[in-house]
């Protein structure tokens, strides 16, 4: 992992010491926000690069295997910053979610919620029905008759073959 770290620039060694776990665990919700969208830019860019670059070496080497071993800096740089995107979209997870809690609290505190109405008895549902169509039979018979045709001449058609 060292050796992955000495090829980052400077700016992108700032951007992954600013996601070890003990600075992110005090940023507030806004400053994760703005952190995450920083580290997604920067996987998206190395993501990018490396499909591109290994698109294009695809003919120059002769094939996906070898230009996948030739593209390996880019490769890593695109995994160091998906993990470090993993770990500050799980921070945020966990604040956001604290933070809708202390809404809640809040909400309720402010507004209690109404007493529970006394129970009345459940009224059944009115049944639904599934077929709407009208049932004489007549019409029975002539829907029955319609599909029997039906079959009688795909039997006739299956006994050709």
Known sequence: MDALLGSLTENEL???????PDRIAGLDE????DLHNRVRRARTKY???YRRRAAT????AGGRGKAHAQNARR????EIFEGLL???SRQLSLVAQASAEAYEVERLKADPPPAAP???KAQKPAPQLIDRRPNSP???KRAASTRASGKRRQARKDSRS
Do not use: P, S
């Open 14 to 20: 700032a951007l992954v010491r600013e996601t070890e």
């Open 30 to 33: 806004d400053a994760l926000i």
């Open 47 to 49: 993501v990018k690069a």
């Open 57 to 60: 070496r695809v003919e120059e």
């Open 75 to 78: 490769r890593y740089k695109a």
């Open 86 to 88: 993993a770990a500050v």
């Open 118 to 120: 006394k129970r009345q």
């Open 138 to 140: 007549d019409l029975r």
